[in-house]
């Protein structure tokens, strides 16, 4: 049978260190600021053909998480992949940047400097953001409307500085003694709602097709799937279901069709979180091991965030009913994950107990295969046959030998299932995305 390849990408954010994880012997706290750690696994991700590697990113540290965890605390996710680039060959690099914080001037350079560096790996996943406004001057953080108007106008803006400066334009020709033509680099004189830009960039580009920049979205409400069906080539998602996942994928393939795409522009690509080891047993084991002493005031704290419930004094074996739900509250963090857990009480009307078991209380809401190499392959192959993703972003967890196992013994597998390419067809990122490639 022949099938489409799905695209894979890789997390760079240590989630095999999550819970209780990073206290296991082999867990190398100190690599988690140094590059050789990351490099190591974005050879590994690269020797198994992924698609890319990826680095979330947040603009604030998370005091509430020091302590048992880093709070998000780690490298700059450009700089770090600019690291990664000199390691690599073939793999993609997807770095995160926020269209809330960031002048979209210097995000332009910096991500099209990365691309150079990279020899044309460079990816731009375009976040919203989630806080950090009291880093930025601002003390509260701008509306979901105000953020998604700023995301629009920035990725515009971005994406004219990008093509102000063809390549074209770069001659080096010692004949002529013409070595930038100046009459191919425009100026972009954009005047917009938030920003009056001149342009052009300091930096010319690679050319188009497979030399031009993917760009990912992630941030699932109305909002963001329109913004994502008029300018993404994919959307990180977080769909702890499959019926989550056939909606999500079939909704963005009709935005793209009304904004005169193609119905498949945007490869849904869930967030894949995996507990493997040799028996389902020892994997169950793994999990419990590693959330062994999640932090429950913590999960309610999420839940009253979230939904507006406050469940602290509630009996933990008592059911929680789609009724017992207030109306959702007026200002979340994220609305895609507070509608994933509010979705999860009316379909499953959980007890207490286990609602604090559900990832969507942690605010991942992933995908989650806890079990064997096999039962991962199976799942991933159901997913795709039920028209669930284009793909999906690896997010390991439990232990170092857990991530190994992914990238080592899953890809393989998958690849033996013909489920994910058996070589690179080109050496930029936008060539590992292109769609129609074909066992
Ligand atoms: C799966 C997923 C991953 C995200 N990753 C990041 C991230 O790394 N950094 C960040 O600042 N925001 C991140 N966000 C936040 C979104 O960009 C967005 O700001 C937020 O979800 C609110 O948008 P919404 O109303 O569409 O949900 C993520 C959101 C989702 C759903």
């Not at 909606?247 to 119905?263: P, S």
């Not at 020892?282 to 999990?287: E, H, I, S, V």
């Amino acid at each position: 049978m022949t099938r489409k390849p799905l695209h894979i990408g890789m997390t760079l954010a240590p989630t095999w260190l999550a819970g209780e994880a990073w206290r296991r012997p082999d867990s190398d706290i100190e690599g988690l600021l140094g590059h050789d750690y990351y490099i190591d696994i974005a050879r590994r991700a690269e020797a198994a053909k992924l698609d890319f590697v990826f680095r979330p990113d947040s603009l604030a540290l998370n005091r509430a998480l020091l302590g048992r965890g880093t709070g998000m605390a780690g490298l700059d996710p450009t700089l770090l992949l600019s690291a990664i680039a000199h390691a690599t060959d073939r793999i993609g690099l997807l770095t995160t940047v926020s269209t809330t914080f960031y002048p979209p001037y210097i995000l332009a350079r910096m991500i099209m400097s990365l691309h150079w560096l990279s020899k044309g790996r460079a990816g731009w996943n375009i976040v919203t953001a989630l806080d950090g406004q009291k880093n930025f001057s601002l003390d509260v953080m701008p509306s979901p409307e105000d953020r998604y108007a700023r995301a629009a106008e920035v990725t515009d803006i971005v994406l004219r500085l990008w093509n102000s400066f063809p390549r074209e334009a770069w001659l080096g020709d010692r004949g002529t003694g013409v070595m930038v033509d100046a009459d191919l680099v425009q100026q972009i004189d954009y005047e917009g709602q938030f920003h009056r830009i001149e342009g052009p960039l300091s930096i010319p580009n690679m050319g188009g097709g497979g030399h031009r920049i993917p760009l990912v979205q992630a941030g699932a409400s109305d909002a963001g799937r329109n913004f994502a069906a008029r300018v993404a080539d994919a959307t990180f998602a977080s769909t702890p279901d499959m019926e989550a996942a056939i909606e999500l994928r079939q909704d963005l393939r009709r935005r793209a069709k009304a904004h005169g795409r193609d119905e498949g522009a945007v490869r849904l690509m869930p967030g894949l979180s995996l507990y493997l080891a040799d028996t389902e047993a020892q994997a169950r084991d793994l999990y419990r091991a590693t959330h062994a002493l999640a932090d429950e005031a913590r999960k309610f704290a999420n839940i009253l965030e979230m939904t507006g419930l406050d469940l602290r004094d509630w009996p933990k074996d008592r059911p929680i009913r789609a009724n017992d739900l207030p109306p959702p509250p007026a200002k979340v963090r994220s609305r895609t994950h507070a509608g994933l857990l509010r979705r999860a009480v009316e379909r499953h009307e959980p007890t207490v107990t286990e609602l604090l078991q559900m990832p969507e209380v942690m605010g991942s809401a992933h995908w989650q295969v806890i079990g064997t190499v096999a039962q991962a392959v199976d799942e991933i192959r159901k997913w795709q046959d039920a028209g669930a993703l284009d793909g999906f972003i690896l997010f390991p967890g439990g232990s170092v030998e857990c991530m190994h196992l992914c990238l080592e013994g899953l890809c393989p597998a998958l690849r033996d299932a013909d489920l994910l390419r058996r070589d690179y067809h080109g050496t930029t990122f936008a060539s590992h995305f292109e769609a129609g490639e074909v066992f």
